[in-house]
């Protein structure tokens, strides 16, 4: 299995407050994905990143944000949770010249 | 731009029973294949993939073929197991992008 763990796993959180999610790897692999995962739109793109502090939007971006200071860590951010936002968060990773991507276990996120 | 759809589901079978789960795309170049899938309270996985026309892709037991003609990528299984229970992705990359598209997904529950 492909090194990939995220934290927190669960989270609960009120409406308006700030929300950060990690992921983090071991395979020393240069592109990493934040997707939201939600019932009948299967996997979204939230944002990505294709090396440290290089980072693009992707189709669901709006509310978001992201880091990439190191290679083995993806940041996302919720600057203000809305209950919109909750969701099940899928990191994922790939690594140059193989599009097959890897992924994280998951992180449920619940905004009351 | 690119797009992913499936059938809707959920779909429920017998053991020993035949799955199919249509594709079906829409892109503006030749893209790339795939499917994955989720096995429950887990992060998605690659079961296959097809990188060009009239390739098959097969794993575990399924196979989907790539059919430019049709712009589909259906998935099959001659003989489900209970342990084929999971929800199935189909998705696609175009050109040298590494980004993937998704459809909805499908989720298969097998009984004994």
């Known amino acids: 299995d492909a090194g990939i763990t995220q934290s927190p796993r669960h989270k609960v959180t009120e409406t308006g407050t700030p929300v950060t999610l990690r992921c983090h790897q071991t395979?020393?692999?240069?592109?990493m994905y934040w997707y939201r995962q939600d019932p009948g739109h299967g996997l979204r793109l939230i944002h990505y990143?294709?090396?440290?502090?290089?980072?693009d939007k992707g189709e669901v971006s709006d509310g978001y944000s992201v880091s990439r200071s190191k290679t083995e860590d993806f940041l996302l951010t919720l600057e203000s949770a809305t209950s919109s936002q909750t969701s099940v968060y899928f990191c994922?990773?790939?690594?140059?010249?193989?599009?097959?991507?890897?992924f994280g276990p998951g992180t449920r996120l619940t905004v009351t | 731009g690119n797009s992913v759809t499936q059938m809707e589901g959920p779909v429920t079978l017998s053991e020993e029973a035949f799955l199919t789960i249509n594709c079906t795309y829409t892109?503006?170049?030749?893209?790339?294949l795939f499917w994955y899938v989720q096995y429950p309270g887990e992060g998605l996985q690659l079961l296959l993939k097809?990188?060009?026309?009239?390739d098959k892709g097969s794993n575990k037991g399924f196979e989907a073929t790539y059919r430019k003609e049709t712009t589909s990528f259906h998935l099959e299984k001659g003989s489900v197991q209970v342990s084929d229970s999971a929800v199935y992705f189909c998705?696609?990359?175009?050109?040298?992008?590494?980004?993937?598209?998704f459809g909805a997904g499908t989720t298969v529950t097998v009984r004994a």
């Open positions: 994922a990773i790939s690594g140059t010249g193989s599009y097959e991507q890897y």
């Open positions: 395979e020393n692999h240069r592109y």
């Open positions: 990143s294709y090396g440290v502090k290089d980072t």
């Open positions: 892109a503006t170049g030749y893209p790339s």
């Open positions: 097809a990188t060009k026309a009239d």
């Open positions: 998705a696609l990359r175009e050109g040298n992008d590494y980004k993937l598209s």
